[in-house]
């Protein structure tokens, strides 16, 4: 296994052409599943902290207005995240040798997808531009669209990923965050997370209609909290929604060989590992210019889809929503999910309500905003 200079990787203009000649081409694309068992559902449900019974039980979920149990708003990528290599070597991920940081996402929510359904994924590469950045001085802004359709060809979702491209040199010398540690809590702070926790299954709408005209633009959503942030929770995540990049053993060796631009080296072991190793790896991380272990930004989104699930209870749905990363949340940082609604109107039949998203740290920073429009029952 080749012990490349991979902190110091630079971006090429014939890399970037080579990506650029790729935009607007659909690809198929293969994840971590291919069928919504109940397994799967339920695995996904619980690496996000959802207990919600619509995932999760049978006799519940058929009593529902769905009829069947049905996934969380963004589990369609675990149908994608294992991505495609083309002949020509390109494919879904990170720019080659750079350090993607996850940036956004944006959800449309066509169809439910229910537990036994098959969904074919549809990747194309959207836009690949420089941007100026606080975090390296320069990055480079990936969007990357996947359209899905179920076993009976129907379009149920539309997700498209916001991925910034680095050079850790940049990262490392600009130190952004190099002054954010781990957070050491007070037993009041441990208390307060713990009432919370307490109190959050009261405020899931379940069964009982939450109608529109009952809405009112200011509205909170009673916030959900998430954390604090540990090893164990990220794998908790990492055992729902897959790994691109986890490859074991013989297939990882085999997984380097493909894709060298992935292999990172902690240098304090001298030991391989793979890009996907910085979230919990700290070497790793402070390697690439970020200050310790940290999360994936698809889990904050899927948090404040959990968040609009609970508000709008089993008869409402979502019809799309989006989040940007703002900040890192790193090991032993705890996230507040609030939700405001911001408008309410009526477009044919349906009720729509648009709604601002944000989460908080106790830190008291906003780590990621978002926005949503949900469709809820009118009398």
């Known amino acids: ?47 996000i902290g959802d207990d919600n019974p619509l995932y999760l039980d049978a006799a519940y979920a058929k009593a529902s207005p769905y009829g069947s149990i049905i996934v969380p708003p963004t589990f369609p990528d675990v149908f994608s995240n294992l991505g495609f290599v083309s002949k020509d ?50 990055g480079w802004e990936q969007v990357e669209q996947i359209r899905y359709f179920n076993q009976h060809g129907r379009h149920v ?61 200011g509205e909170e959503l009673p ?44 240098r304090e072991f001298n030991l391989p590992d793979n890009v996907e190793g910085a979230h919990w790896d700290i070497q790793l991380a402070q390697q690439s210019g970020f200050p310790w272990a940290y999360d994936f930004g698809c889990m904050r989104t899927a948090w404040l889809g959990h968040l609009l699930t609970d508000w709008i209870g089993d008869h409402g749905r979502i019809k799309r929503f989006e989040a940007q990363i703002r900040r ?9 999910m609030h939700g405001r609604v911001k408008a309410t109107r009526r477009v044919g039949t349906e009720g729509l309500v648009d709604i601002d998203l944000w989460a908080m740290s106790q830190r008291g920073e906003v780590t990621a905003t978002g926005e949503a429009t949900v469709v809820l029952p009118v009398r």
């Open 1 to 47: 296994m080749s012990r490349t200079d991979w902190e110091n990787a630079t971006v090429s203009p014939e890399l970037l052409d080579f990506y650029r000649r790729h935009i607007g081409i659909e690809y198929d694309c293969d994840g971590w599943i291919t069928e919504a068992t109940p397994d799967a559902i339920r695995h996904f449900s619980l690496g």
């Open 89 to 138: 070597g390109f494919g879904r991920g990170p720019l080659p040798g750079l350090f993607g940081l996850w940036a956004g996402d944006r959800w449309e929510c066509i169809e439910p997808v229910r537990a036994g359904d098959r969904l074919a994924c549809k990747w194309s590469l959207v836009s690949l531009k420089e941007r100026k950045s606080s975090f390296a001085q320069k």
């Open 157 to 217: 979702a539309t997700y498209q990923v916001v991925r910034f491209n680095y050079e850790r040199t940049g990262a490392r010398r600009e130190g952004k965050y190099a002054g954010t540690k781990p957070y050491k809590y007070t037993d009041d702070e441990l208390a307060a997370i713990t009432k919370a926790y307490e109190q959050e299954a009261g405020h899931r709408r379940g069964a009982t209609p939450r109608y529109w005209p009952d809405t009112k633009a």
């Open 223 to 266: 916030s959900l909290v998430k954390g604090p942030l540990t090893l164990t929770q990220l794998i908790g995540f990492v055992l729902g929604w897959g790994s691109a990049y986890c490859a074991t053993n013989r297939l990882g060796h085999e997984y380097a060989k493909r894709k060298p631009g992935n292999v990172l080296i902690n």
């Open 328 to 336: 890192p949340n790193i090991v032993g940082d705890t996230q507040w």
